[in-house]
Structure formats: C-alpha cells, structure tokens
C-alpha cells in the first residue's frame, strides 16, 4: 500500500471490552428476591459477553458474615435470572463484598448488584 492509500483508510470503530453496570439491581432490607432491573439486558450486548461477575452489597446493618451470606444470595438471584434469560452459566461467576463496598450514606443504594462485563 501507498501511502495516499493508508490515509485514506478509516480507524475501524472502537470495540468495546469491558462495562461495569452498578446498582444492576436495588434490594428491600434484608431481601434477595427483586422484582425488576434498574437497567435493560437488551442494552447491555449480552451475547458477545465472555465473562459476567456478579457482585453482591448490602448496607451495614447486620454483622459481616450476615452480610457477606446475604450479598452471595443477592447475587446468586441475579445470576439465576440471567441464566433463566439465555445467558450462559459458564460465563457467569457471583462474589459478595457484604457491606465492604459501600457507594453512598444511604442504606437502601447500597443493598444492590452490580455487573462487571467482559466482551469478545
């Protein structure tokens, strides 16, 4: 190739690897069971996903092994409805942080899921 010829070549698109979806999902106190997402898996390009981690958070109240057994259900719910929504379990991985992560003063935003995604 010439050189005109490589000036005039376009940069390909950026490809996207990796997005992190905080608070995926919001809990009640003391509640692993969740009625909706706070973000659409249709926006999130989930079937070019190699790798999904689930993390787990609650709020202070409680003890750190309450919490940190309560943050694994809480992710464990959330993996079980991307399973039951066509994702591939062996891409899916749940950790908790218990109350070790906390991103505000207010309970109640930090009783939730958050998502680390890794793409093709």
Same mark, same amino acid.
């Given at each position: ?24 999902? !919001? @809990? /009640?106190?003391?509640?692993?069971d ?6 659409? #898996?249709?926006?999130? *390009?989930? +079937? $070019? ?17 309450? !919490? @940190? /057994? ?11 409805? #991307?399973?039951?929504? *066509?994702? +591939? $379990? ?5 950790k ?11 309970d ?13």
């Open positions: 190739k010439t050189l005109d010829d490589i000036k005039t070549l376009k940069n390909p698109e950026p490809v996207q690897t990796y997005k992190e979806v905080n608070s995926f999902v !919001n @809990f /009640a106190y003391d509640k692993y969740f009625k909706a997402t706070n973000t659409q #898996l249709s926006t999130l *390009n989930m +079937s $070019k996903a190699t790798k999904v981690e689930i993390e787990g958070h609650t709020d202070s109240k409680g003890t750190d092994e309450y !919490n @940190f /057994a309560l943050g694994l259900k809480r992710a464990n719910s959330v993996k079980a409805y #991307l399973i039951k929504n *066509n994702i +591939s $379990k062996n891409i899916v991985s749940v908790s942080f218990g109350e070790a992560a906390p991103i505000s003063n207010v109640a935003s930090n009783r939730r899921v958050d998502l680390k995604i890794t793409y093709k």
